[in-house]
C-alpha cells in the first residue's frame, strides 16, 4: 500500500508555480491575481478562504479579500461580481460557498466572467468539461485528476466507481475519469443514494472514489485486493479531546481498508491539499488567458 | 417483449405538438420557426435535414432551410449562424453536422446562440444540462429519456449501462440517467472502446443503451434476462436487394436479443424517429422563451 499524499504534491507542484511565478515577474509580467469573496462569518468557510489566501502569498500570487455581511442583497453581491469581472487587475475569482439561503447560488455563479471562474462551476466552464474542451476544471476533480496523473496510477481501461453525484465532485470526476485523455479511459459507474447493492459494485472498482460525506462508509469488504482508493470525504466530528473540538472523518474506513489498498489517500491530507492546489492552477491559467470561453 | 415503439410515440407527440401550435395560432401568437444550415450536398444529410423540415410542416411550425454550397468559407458560414442569432422571427436553428473539413465544428456551434440552440450542442447547454438546470437537451438522449418516460419503463435505482461515450449520445445519456429525476436516479455505468470485460458489465444492465455505431454488436449472452434494450446504433450496410441500396443496422442483434428483454426498441422505428421529434420539442421550448440560458 502506498500514500497518495496529497500534502507533500500539494507542496511539490505550489513550488512549480511559485518557480513559474517567478520568472514572470523577472520578465516583467504582473503577477497572477485572484480574488476570494466572503459572505457572513460561517466557520468552515472563513478556514477555507484563509488557507486559500495563504497558499497565494506562498506561490507569489496577489490575493485579495473581499467580506461582505451575512445581510448583503443579492443586488449587491451581483453589484461586486461585476465590479470584479471587470477589473482587468483581477484574473481570476470565487465566491465561497455555501450562501445565505436569501441569495440564490446559481444566480451568483452565473454572473461570474467564466473566463475568471477558476472554481469551475459556470455552466460555460461545466459545458466545455464534459466535451473535452480546454476549460477551468471543479477544484476537487482536478485535484484528483492531478494525484491519478502525478503518482501514475494507471486508468486506461480500469473500472473506476464514483460515490456520490453531487455537481461539483461525483458528477465531474464520472466525466472526467470517462474521457479519452491520461488520466482517463475509465470504465466509470456512477454510485448515489438511489443505487442498489452498493458493496458489490464498489467491489468491482480499480478506482473507488468515495464522496458521499458519510463518515466511515467504505469498510474494507466492499474493497478489492489491489484497488485504488480516493476519499473525498471530510466530515468534522465532534471531539471534545482536540483543541479545535473536533477531528476530521473520511468516507473510508482507513485502517481496515488501507491494508488492501495499492493506493490510498489518506484524511486530512490527501484530497483536501490538492483542492487549493488545483485552484492556483487554474489562477495561473487564468493569468496567461490560455482558457478561451 | 415489449416495443419501444418510437415512431408511433412520435407520432403521438407530433399530434400534442401540432394541437398546441393550433391553440397558440388561435390565440393570436406567432406560430414557431424552426431553421436548419445545410452545407454540401452530403445524401445521409439531406435526408435528416429534409425528415426535420417535414416534420415542422406536420405540427404547423414555419421553417427555412438555409442551403451552402461545400465551398462556404467558415467566415460566411459563421455570418449566416449571426443573422440568425439576430432574427427576431426563427426561435430555433441547426447546423446539419458533419461540416467539410476546412470549417471548425466548435466554432460554429459556439457561435449559435444559446438560446437558439435547439439541438443542445452549445458548451452553455451542455452544462446548464450537466448542471441540472433548464437546458435544450441534445436531441437524441432527449429522445431515449422520452421514450422511457412516456413507456412507464422503470428507472430509479436501476442499473443502466452505456456503450459509447460521445458528446452527443453516450456522455449526455449518462448524465441524464444518473441524475435525482424521474426518469433517472440509475446507477450508470459509461463504457466505450478502452473498456474492458464489455461482456460481463453489459450483463448487469437493467438498461443497456448501445451507442457504439458497431452493427450486431450486442449479442443475447451479454444481455440479462428482463433487460430494457435502447439501439442508437443505425449503420447504413450495402444490400443489393434493397431500392435504396442499403439497409439500416442497428448495434444490437434484434432477433436473438429481443426474446430476452422486458423492452426493446426496434431499428428503424425506435430511436431515430424520437430524435426529430425532441428537435420539435425544443422548438416549441424556444418559441415561448421557456428555457433562460
Not at 453525484?165 to 488520466?183: C, D, E, Q, Y
Not at 458489490?200 to 478506482?207: G, T
Not at 476530521?248 to 493506493?263: E, M, T
Request: include cysteine.
Amino acid at each position: 500500500m502506498r500514500l497518495l499524499d496529497g500534502k507533500a504534491l500539494g507542496e511539490t507542484i505550489k513550488g512549480e508555480i511559485a518557480e513559474q511565478v517567478a520568472a514572470m515577474v523577472a520578465d516583467g509580467e504582473r503577477q497572477p491575481h485572484l480574488a476570494a469573496v466572503l459572505v457572513g462569518n460561517d466557520g468552515a468557510s472563513e478556514t477555507y478562504v484563509r488557507s486559500k489566501v495563504q497558499s497565494c502569498e506562498r506561490v507569489g500570487f496577489a490575493s485579495t479579500l473581499l467580506r461582505l455581511p451575512e445581510t448583503v442583497s443579492e443586488a449587491d453581491l451581483l453589484k461586486t461580481i461585476r465590479n470584479l469581472n471587470d477589473n482587468p487587475d483581477i484574473d481570476g475569482f470565487i465566491v465561497q460557498l455555501p450562501l445565505p439561503r436569501h441569495i440564490r447560488d446559481q444566480a451568483i455563479l452565473q454572473a461570474i466572467d467564466p473566463r475568471k471562474d477558476v472554481d469551475g462551476f459556470h455552466p460555460v466552464n461545466v459545458g466545455r468539461m464534459t466535451l473535452g474542451l480546454p476549460s477551468y476544471l471543479p477544484a476537487t476533480p482536478y485535484g484528483i485528476m492531478t494525484l491519478l496523473d502525478r503518482y501514475g496510477v494507471e486508468t486506461a481501461g480500469a473500472h473506476a466507481v464514483v460515490l456520490g453525484r453531487s455537481a461539483i465532485v461525483g458528477t465531474p470526476m464520472s466525466i472526467l475519469l470517462s474521457r479519452n485523455s491520461k488520466p482517463g479511459n475509465c470504465t466509470v459507474t456512477l454510485c448515489h443514494s438511489r443505487s442498489r447493492e452498493l458493496p458489490a459494485l464498489c467491489r468491482q472498482a480499480d478506482i473507488l472514489i468515495a464522496a458521499l460525506g458519510i463518515p466511515g462508509y467504505v469498510t474494507a469488504d466492499m474493497v478489492r485486493d489491489g484497488a485504488a482508493v480516493i476519499d473525498v470525504g471530510i466530515t468534522r466530528i465532534p471531539d471534545a479531546s482536540r483543541p479545535s473540538g473536533y477531528r476530521l472523518s473520511g468516507d473510508v474506513a482507513f485502517d481496515q481498508v488501507a491494508p488492501k489498498c495499492s493506493w490510498i489517500t489518506p484524511v486530512p491530507g490527501g484530497v483536501g491539499p490538492m483542492t487549493v492546489t488545483s485552484l492556483l492552477l487554474n489562477t495561473l491559467q487564468a493569468s496567461k488567458r490560455t482558457v478561451s470561453s
